[in-house]
């Protein structure tokens, strides 16, 4: 997947390409990528008792709070960044 925005900013910056590993469960705290409506995102997982919290590193974001209606895609194993 390839990155645009600032959000992830601290880890991931715009243009880099990230390595997903597909799958539905991640830990919380991981880098995941996330389908909201119909559009990926890439954030920090952040699971709580009936929601799910999407994190950005970027502090000027706020975070993405989710129910039911996110679909987990998997979790960022790698990153590449050309210099």
């Known amino acids: 997947l390839r990155i645009k925005g600032d959000s992830m900013a601290e880890a991931i910056q715009p243009g880099d390409l990230v390595l997903v590993e597909r799958g539905q469960t991640a830990s ?47 979790k960022v194993k790698a990153l590449v960044r050309k210099y």
Do not use: Q
Not at 35 to 44: I, N, W, Y
Not at 49 to 70: E, Q
């Open 28 to 74: 919380r705290g991981e880098i995941v990528v996330a389908l909201l409506e119909d559009e990926a995102t890439c954030k920090r997982f952040f699971p709580d008792k009936n929601r799910v919290y999407l994190r950005s590193d970027n502090p000027r974001y706020d975070d993405i709070v989710v129910s039911n209606d996110f679909k987990l895609l998997g």
